[in-house]
């Protein structure tokens, strides 16, 4: 039998598709002759905003710059305790890092591989400031317990909605629920531009100026310097393609939900393996499709040489990595993020993908693991 080529991300199923729209996006933004903070920024600020139902919308460069300046709003800083995932990616640490705050790391359920709610009160000091919420994965966090928790302690939450674009919690879309929250458009995610892009989403209009301010130099009119700010601004180009990909967003998480069920179909009966458990009242977007098994590192090997890539998110956690050692955390800390760092494994998973190579892949896992 001939070996499959099946990459870990593919953009054919999606790109080729839409190739017309994205050509004549760019080009109207070539022939506007304007570049920087205009009218396709703007527009996709409101159309995302509407799509997730948020009142105030912010562009910004990337998704780390729209954490930093969520947390900046919220006059997060020195002195003050953020809460986050001990297994989040590290931009969420590096944001808390960046503001000065001190980070306080939480377990995940290992079920969701997300924050548990049942950790966060005993880490909750005068100190704490904020919840950073981050639906990892694609998997909205438990919304409802956290938000008890953050009102009955008057602590703010930051959802960070990188991994999760189209993901929803009972009625509401996730980066809606937080006080102030953040989205990347890195290329990878679930919705990504052609480049870097980010969002800030929130109904508060006070933090809303103030993003627009800090994205800017801290600049809300020309020369008039009201903060310290940052460049950090969403160009005209990535907004415009945004724009055409927004629409398909919905259709395109469909598929990956379609995906994740073969994967579930086909790799069921197999008690070797583990994958994250939907929670109630809330959606799974598969921005990640991944499995758990203590012999991760033989699968991937036999899985690459089937011709077939995978990726581990992440294979060291953020309190391990040599970037915190000043927090002189120690192996053992973090027992359930150590635990997912060894174990976990990122199937094939984009839009495009086919059932035929879903099922390759999975009966190669399966014949090595049952
Ligand atoms: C991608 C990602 C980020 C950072 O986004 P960038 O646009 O790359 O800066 C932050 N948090 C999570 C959970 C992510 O997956």
Known sequence: MKTR??????FNGMHDDIEQELIEACSKVIKSKWYILGNEVTDFENEFGKYIN???????????????????????GPGDE??????????????????????VPVEPDPQTFNLDPSLIVSSITKNTKAIMAV???GLVCDMDAILKIAEEYGLFIIEDNAQ?????????????????????????KNLGALGDGGMISTDNQQWAKKSLSLR??????????????????????????????????????QERIQIAKWYDQYLTNNSSLKKP???TNGSHVYHVYSILSSQ?????????LNGIQTLIHYPIPPHLQQAYAHLEYKEGDFLIAEELADKCLSLPIYPGLSKGDVKYIANKIVALTN
């Open 5 to 10: 080529n099946i990459p870990y991300l593919s």
């Open 277 to 279: 458990k939907l929670i």
């Open 164 to 188: 999760a674009q189209g993901a929803q919690i009972k009625t509401k879309k996730s980066a809606s629920i937080g006080h102030i929250n953040a989205t990347s458009f890195y290329p990878g």
């Open 82 to 103: 953020v809460i986050v995932a001990s297994n989040a990616y590290i931009a969420c640490w590096n944001a808390i890092h960046a503001v000065g705050a001190t980070i």
């Open 54 to 76: 948020s009142k105030f919308n912010v562009g910004v460069a990337n998704g780390l710059d729209a954490l930093i300046i969520s947390l900046k709003c919220l006059d997060i």
């Open 296 to 304: 991760r590192n033989q699968i991937q090997e036999a899985l690459k």
């Open 135 to 137: 639906h990892l994965f």
């Open 216 to 253: 800017n130099y801290g600049s809300g009119e020309k020369y008039i310097n009201e903060y310290i700010g940052m460049n950090s601004r969403l160009d005209e180009m990535q907004a415009a393609i945004l724009s055409v990909k927004l629409n398909h967003l919905d259709r395109w998480n």
